[in-house]
């Protein structure tokens, strides 16, 4: 696994209330590297956070780890 989906992957785990359920796919292009986040419909608050803070900040670290691959990175939280 890449260090990319691994951090989304703990990160995501240790948030929601059901870890089972979480699925990480990371699609790789040739600029951009996509991050699609799984959680239960139950859980998707905790992981989006007040006001979006947590995702917020999961971009922003995604975004500074992919700078040193050369790549954009986009993480996209799906039900």
């Not at 419909?41 to 691959?69: E, P």
Request: charged content about 35%; overall charge positive.
């Amino acid at each position: 696994m890449s260090q990319l989906r691994d951090i989304v992957e703990i990160t995501a785990r240790s948030l929601v209330d059901n870890p089972s359920k979480v699925n990480v796919q990371e699609i790789e292009g040739e600029k951009t590297v996509v991050i699609e986040l799984r959680v239960d419909k139950a859980d998707l608050g905790k992981v989006i956070g007040k006001g979006g803070r947590i995702a917020r900040s999961l971009r922003t670290i995604l975004a500074s780890m992919g700078r040193r691959i050369n790549k954009r990175v986009v993480l996209e939280i799906l039900e």
